[in-house]
């Protein structure tokens, strides 16, 4: 009874009354344990009752001792200055970042949007007629093989399934569903049969652009990515065309720009050209217009297409295209906030 008050009034708050408390209770010097030595003289009939009530004295010294060296943790004493403040503002919470690629899409969109270009969509996965057939590709034309595609089901001519190679696919199906005047960009994800290396990638982005109406000319065309340029890379962006050939424009250009890097003066982006392709162009070809049931006599067109991935790393100086799929996120924290 004594030593169960004594127990019960003790108040331990430093690693030394802990200690104390130890000694006193439950070391086997300690009163508890000096007790339990004198069970043998007690009555036979009362030891089993007197040998509860000191096991249940044994077990309150321990939950208590436990419960002190818990809150004295390390025996350090604990002071208001070390608890946790909690007045204290929360930390921020780390949001993710947009990825790269969604940055740029998203700034050409923003830039031909200006220009009066509405975004439109089609699928990835996508029949031969309307990746190669309605484009004016010819029939067993090398393109088909040239743009390494991944066939899903072959044999059945047009009705072959593909991953599509371009986003011109989706030109065909805006022109098959509306009329001119129509002024679009298309950006999505396409497909291509390659080795993945730096400058590769077997899954990759573009952003197709098309506009149709009476008198479009090939001035709108020069006009229209030159303006995007200057946007995207710069006042001083300069663009170039070289002759080009695609199936579904006539004539065809590729579109280089300013290097971006060494404005112009030669690295090794472009190679000490001084000069980046950012995209295929030309006039739509009448084959096209007719294919997708709009006049060739009444209307005109410019379409152009460009990587998303090749911009991109133009313009975070980013040089190699791996980075964009390997989910880094030392590699993706950088574009926080940009
Ligand atoms: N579809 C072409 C390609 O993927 C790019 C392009 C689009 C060229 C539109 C001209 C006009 O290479």
Redesign the pocket.
């Known amino acids: 009874e004594e030593l169960l008050q004594q127990i019960n009034s003790t108040v331990v708050s430093t690693k030394e009354e802990l200690e104390a408390f130890r000694l006193a209770y439950l070391s086997k010097k300690g009163k508890v344990t000096a007790l339990f030595d004198e069970l043998k003289n007690v009555p036979k009939e009362d030891r089993k009752a007197i040998g509860g009530a000191l096991n249940n004295l044994k077990n309150l010294a321990q939950a208590r001792f436990e419960e002190w060296s818990a809150s004295i943790g390390s025996g350090e004493n604990k002071t208001v200055e070390d608890l946790p403040d909690l007045t204290l503002p929360v930390p921020p919470h780390s949001y993710g970042s947009l990825h790269p690629l969604t940055l740029t899409r998203k700034r050409i969109t923003e830039i031909f949007s200006r220009m009066g270009f509405d975004v439109s969509d089609g699928p990835e996965i996508e029949t031969d007629w309307y990746n190669f057939g309605a484009?004016n590709f010819a029939e067993n034309h090398p393109a088909r093989e040239m743009?390494d595609t991944f066939f899903i089901e072959k044999g059945a001519g047009k009705d072959d399934v593909l991953l599509r190679?371009?986003?011109?696919n989706v030109?065909i199906r805006l022109m098959n569903r509306t009329k001119p005047p129509i002024r679009s960009i298309m950006p999505g994800r396409?497909f291509r049969n390659e080795a993945i290396s730096a400058r590769a990638h077997c899954i990759f982005h573009?952003v197709?652009?098309?506009y149709v109406d009476r008198n479009v000319s090939f001035k709108d065309l020069k006009d229209t990515l030159y303006y995007f340029a200057k946007e995207m890379f710069g006042k001083d962006s300069k663009i170039r065309l070289r002759p080009s050939f695609?199936p579904?424009?006539e004539p065809?250009a590729e579109i280089d720009v300013t290097c971006f890097i060494c404005k112009g003066k030669g690295c090794n982006i472009c190679k000490h050209s001084g000069w980046v392709e950012i995209?295929?162009?030309?006039m739509?070809d009448p084959n096209v217009l007719q294919n997708c049931g709009i006049d060739p006599e009444v209307y005109t067109g410019?379409?152009?297409?460009?990587g998303i991935e090749r911009i991109t790393m133009l313009r975070y100086d980013i040089k190699d295209l791996r980075l964009f799929t390997e989910n880094d996120v030392r590699f993706l924290r950088q574009f926080s906030g940009a």
Do not use: K, P, Y
């Open positions: 484009l743009q190679t371009h986003t011109s030109q396409v573009q197709e652009g098309l695609f579904f424009t065809s995209a295929g162009s030309g739509v410019f379409a152009f297409g460009m």
